[in-house]
């Protein structure tokens, strides 16, 4: 565990970056330092590497003062990924993956092994091995910066809004993936960003600063959204954070109805004999083919919009699908894209109140987190 | 008789004995001012409050005419080569320093920190990250520094028999055998143009690492240097 202990930086000329901060970042999972720029947020993150050496306080790591170890043994025990990669442009890719290894002494053959392991594991093709970074795209080299900080197996990696100059199909991808690795590989990772959409995705607690180094609130995601602790922390937010807060419930408690589902070939009694206003027509398989009006002649159908996947998918992925949907109801399918049953918006809205009911005053942070921030963003 | 390459037997060498001194005269001066140039550069990158001194000093060093320091130099190592070679790998200081401190400091911010953050030390982090990097700098630097050393080394006439092909020159006058002043500029030229060759072919050899249209850029810098070579 590292631990933040009333950690004050005061440079020579008065400014304060960092004041009487405090934090306990848990071992395996991913605690984010979000905040505005000027907050301190990148000031703290190198006061654990001692890239920056505080003021007052102690920083503490597995119970000892990280400024009574010795710097470079300390650095090289923590992977650092930095933003736009930082790579080394005169070394190969392979090369640059395995620079702390051969800091550390490691024999050539056996650091590029690992070089070659860790290109597979950020999902990077092996032939880029031989490559120079100017010759890699900017989300392909920060995969290798990545690569390049995990080389040694630290247990700790600090990473300095590493996602935030790719463009965000590319970031998206990148936190995927870093949530992947971060299931494969149980790092202690501390995360800087300004990006609060990226804190609440990636963040298992996420610490909000405000100007001047100060903590503003610390809590997991799905509490940060339900309880700001102040205004700061709201406007931090946005407006949308009901919105998002739906994210970190699931939708499988969902009440599915197969009432207004009718086979594309099914018999015209059928047709007639159903209430509803919208009956959803499925093809042969079951997947869905789109909304018919009671009444019409079937001859065009309104489109069904982007299904969601329940037990997978929050509940916000489902209220999205509901208010995009040109009748007011969402479809939910199985794995294979086979229609399970519609549901309107009605159904979900109570679904999200019992939801509220349950989740206070202790939200479960985990079903179906960070699935689809950006569906509805 | 009096042919193109027939030197003068006071000069105690044949032409090609004299392109032999000439290019040692020359080149080790501008590789000792490199061994100089690189700790220096080191400091500068370090302290920057350092550089603009360090850089005021190499330019008065350069302003001082070499017959100066012969003058001084000649108590100590005497009519030697060395007196020559001296304030050459001086003046080399006033292209080279600049050339690799700017090279050093043109590393992006990122790939400093990452290095930093991996367990570099500063020395390592020099010479493995940031000295590689400004290699295209360092050696415009160097082409310069050595097509001007190829130059000077001539002035070493003044003090009897150390200026190489200089010696050439002074010996058409004595004797009177213009064809033996132009033998010797045309020799120098080709030097300068072969060494300055062989330094870019060095560059493309050490920057694999460089996109082709990036090769044109860091070519920049070159004109500012060649100004500043030209000015002597």
Redesign the interface.
């Known amino acids: 565990m590292i631990r933040i202990d009333s950690v004050t930086k005061r440079y020579p000329d008065g400014t304060v970056a960092v004041d009487r901060l405090s934090l306990e970042i848990p071992d395996r999972s991913i605690t984010v330092l979000v905040g505005p720029s000027g907050c301190g947020k990148t000031t703290t993150l190198r006061m654990i590497?001692r890239?920056v050496e505080p003021t007052e306080g102690t920083i503490l790591l597995d119970g000892e003062d990280v400024q009574r170890q010795p710097?470079?043994?300390?650095?090289?025990s923590?992977g650092?990924v930095?933003?736009?990669?930082?790579?080394?442009?005169?070394?190969?890719i392979a090369d640059n993956i395995a620079?702390?290894p051969r800091?550390l002494g490691w024999g050539k053959r056996r650091a590029r092994e690992r070089a070659a392991e860790l290109m597979e594991r950020v999902g990077l093709d092996a032939s880029l091995a031989g490559r120079?970074?100017?010759q890699l795209s900017g989300g392909q080299q920060q995969r290798v910066?990545v690569a390049?900080a995990l080389a040694a197996d630290p247990p700790v990696l600090?990473m300095d809004e590493p996602f935030s100059a790719v463009d965000p199909v590319v970031r998206k991808g990148l936190q995927d993936e870093l949530l992947r690795i971060q299931d494969e590989l149980g790092k202690t990772i501390v995360f800087v960003t300004h990006d609060i959409d990226e804190a609440v995705k990636l963040g298992t607690m996420v610490a909000v600063l405000r100007e001047g180094g100060r903590l503003a609130q610390y809590a997991p995601p799905a509490e940060l959204l339900s309880d700001p602790a102040d205004a700061f922390v709201e406007d931090f937010l946005g407006a949308d954070r009901g919105i998002r807060r739906l994210s970190f419930f699931t939708s499988d408690a969902l009440e599915l109805t197969t009432d207004a589902v009718i086979p594309a070939d099914a018999p015209a009694e059928r047709l007639a004999a159903a209430e509803a206003p919208y009956l959803l027509v499925t093809d042969a398989e079951g997947r869905p083919l789109g909304w018919r009006e009671r009444g019409s002649d079937g001859g065009r159908l309104l489109s069904h919009g982007r299904p969601f996947r329940p037990g997978t998918d929050s509940l916000r992925a489902a209220l999205d699908c509901a208010v995009l949907s040109p009748t007011g109801w969402a479809v939910a399918v199985d794995a294979d894209g086979r229609v399970t049953g519609v549901v309107s918006q009605q159904t979900i809205g109570e679904a999200i109140r019992a939801a509220h009911s349950r989740a206070e005053p202790d939200p479960d942070p985990d079903p179906a987190r960070g699935e689809d921030e950006k569906v509805a963003g | 008789m009096n042919g193109f390459f027939d030197i003068p037997s006071d000069l105690q060498h044949s032409w090609a004995g004299l392109v032999g001194v000439h290019l040692r005269e020359a080149l080790l001066p501008v590789a000792a001012g490199l061994l100089l140039a690189l700790p220096l550069a080191l400091l500068c990158d370090r302290f920057r409050w350092l550089y603009p001194p360090v850089l005021g000093l190499t330019t008065v060093l350069y302003a001082v005419p070499s017959l100066a320091f012969f003058v001084v130099l000649i108590d100590w190592t005497g009519q030697s080569e060395l007196t020559v070679m001296i304030p050459l790998a001086l003046y080399s200081l006033v292209v080279l320093v600049p050339a690799i401190a700017d090279g050093v400091r043109s590393v992006p911010d990122e790939t400093l920190s990452a290095a930093t953050a991996m367990g570099f030390g500063p020395v390592r982090r020099y010479l493995q990250v940031q000295l590689p990097v400004a290699a295209p700098a360092v050696i415009a630097g160097l082409r310069v520094a050595t097509a001007s050393s190829i130059s000077l080394v001539s002035v070493g006439a003044l003090i009897g028999n150390q200026g190489a092909l200089g010696n050439l020159m002074a010996a058409a006058q004595k004797y009177d055998r213009p064809e033996l002043a132009a033998n010797a500029v045309l020799t120098t030229a080709v030097l300068a143009i072969l060494c300055d060759a062989a330094l870019v072919a060095l560059r493309r050899a050490l920057t694999p690492w460089m996109p082709r249209s990036g090769r044109e850029r860091t070519a920049v810098p070159r004109e500012e240097l060649l100004a500043k070579g030209a000015a002597r």
């Open positions: 590497n890239m710097v470079t043994a300390l650095r090289r923590m650092y930095i933003q736009n990669a930082g790579l080394f442009q005169h070394r190969t620079t702390v800091l120079y970074p100017y910066g390049r600090l």
